[in-house]
């Protein structure tokens, strides 16, 4: 059977799901792994987003906190807001209430990737401050440490991202990930996906 990985995020602009869909990559070169994309639900309003020049969402499936169970392992993408996840995953997690009762989540490995807006916006609060939602539901933490090599010690241009996992920086929206974030959450993606398998003590 399939090791299952669920790559959950929510992106207002687009930069969070360029690198979610870059994680899936790295994932679904690993044997018997099977990744799949899902989006949070929108909590703001369609007006709101329109005025806020957000483009329309994706189609890719908005998923339910019931249906995380189904996963083997979990990454979770947010982007900031002020050095922390954003609303939008917030009110995701707290209607995870009913799986933290019957610890559903329990010893499911996790990680984490993520947005930011600036150099000093949150690049390590944001994950620091996520793990917390992760130790309450008994979750496994699965850092990429420094397991992607030069790439962590590039010091020739900005580079989102750290050992707590994948990152970019959005600047004023303009801004795409790179080539090394896009790599690097490749890697992460890869990364994840092998250790989750071993977890799961898949042949």
Not at 10 to 16: D, F, K, L, R
Not at 64 to 93: S, Y
Not at 94 to 116: E, N
Request: no cysteine; charged share 20%.
């Amino acid at each position: 059977m399939a090791t299952k990985i669920y790559i959950v995020y929510y992106s207002t602009y687009g930069h969070v799901e360029k690198l979610a869909q870059e994680i899936k990559k790295g994932a679904d070169t690993v044997e018997g792994v099977e990744a799949t994309l899902w989006q949070v639900p929108e909590t703001l309003a369609e007006e709101v987003l329109l005025k806020m020049g957000a483009p329309k969402k994706s189609d890719v499936g908005i998923i339910q906190a019931n249906e995380l169970v189904e996963a083997d392992g979990i990454l979770f993408g947010f982007p900031t807001r002020f050095g922390m996840m954003a609303a939008q995953f917030k009110a995701f997690f707290d209607s995870t209430g009913g799986l933290w009762r019957t610890q559903g989540l329990a010893g499911k490995p996790a990680g984490i990737f993520y947005s930011t807006g600036s150099q000093g916006g949150g690049q390590e609060t944001t994950p620091l401050t996520a793990i917390t939602q992760l130790v309450h539901h008994g979750m496994i933490f699965v850092p990429i440490g420094y397991t992607f090599g030069a790439g962590m010690f590039e010091m020739g241009e900005v580079v989102g991202g750290t050992p707590y996992g994948a990152g970019t920086y959005a600047g004023d929206g303009s801004r795409q990930p790179s080539e090394l974030e896009l790599g690097k959450a490749f890697h992460q993606g890869k990364h994840f996906a092998a250790i989750t398998k071993k977890f799961k003590g898949a042949p």
